[in-house]
């Protein structure tokens, strides 16, 4: 599809609200969009430019909703060659060092997969911010020049 992919890692709903936050600002701003929540290895090789919204469970570990894409993405490997991607992470810091790991993970996936990284990754941390959708929709908001090209 043209436009911007969103990919929504949730295990309570809460990312992927923020995900549908994300697409109506982008319908707002006329950037045709589409949330993934069970995508496939083809919804990621027909996007032009890919955002992942992802929280993280267990020990650092992606959402269940999102592990077989991942781990598919993983084995697969299709070179994403340059194609852009923006990653917002949601957390909770009190838990260390697994902090955003499920965005951490797409993160190193993406490069290794020779992604565009448009920005940093965006860490959302549940302690400082009740609703997360207040800083990543401003931060894909700031970007998307960047990320449809």
Given at each position: ?149
């Amino acid at each position: 599809m043209r436009g911007i992919s969103i990919f929504a890692g949730s295990v309570y709903g809460n990312a992927q609200h923020v995900a549908e936050e994300v697409q109506a600002m982008l319908e707002a701003e006329a950037v045709e969009s589409e949330v993934f929540t069970d995508p496939t290895l083809d919804d990621f090789i027909n996007s032009e430019s890919i955002v992942v919204i992802t929280s993280t469970t267990g020990q650092g570990d992606i959402p269940p909703n999102l592990e077989l894409f991942y781990a598919e993405l993983s084995e697969q490997s299709p070179m994403m060659n340059g194609k852009r991607f923006l990653i917002a992470a949601l957390g909770d810091s009190s838990y260390g060092d697994t902090y955003c790991g499920g965005g951490r993970q797409f993160n190193e996936l993406l490069n290794k997969l020779q992604g565009k990284p448009v920005a940093d990754m965006l860490e959302v941390d549940a302690i400082e911010t009740l609703s997360p959708e207040d800083e990543v929709v401003p931060f894909i908001k700031k970007h998307i020049d960047a990320l449809v090209g």
